[in-house]
């Protein structure tokens, strides 16, 4: 089974672009086995990671909060796990 956690932050005006560098820079150790990174109006970055594992699998690295004067707000962060593969 796979888990994919997202986390998705807003950066502070102006600094999106700072915001999206540091996201890609994170690294996560052990490394999943994907990871995506996008981006959307209002300086938004959203990642997302795949593992193997369940919903409820513990210690799954996670990136971590950004500095203050980066972000506008708490990081956003979710849980899914795979219920079917393919369309």
Known sequence: M????????????GKGEELLTWATH??????PLRRE???APEDRVLVITWWEGTY?????????????DLVRRA?????????????
Do not use: C, I
Not at 26 to 31: H, K
Not at 56 to 68: I, S, V
């Open 37 to 39: 990174t996008f981006r």
């Open 26 to 31: 994170q690294p996560l150790d052990p490394p």
């Open 75 to 87: 990081v956003h962060r979710w849980r899914f796990e795979t219920v079917a593969d393919g369309v």
């Open 2 to 13: 796979t888990v994919a956690l997202m986390w998705e932050a807003r950066a502070v005006a």
């Open 56 to 68: 409820d699998t513990e210690g799954l690295p996670e990136l971590p909060e950004p500095g203050e």
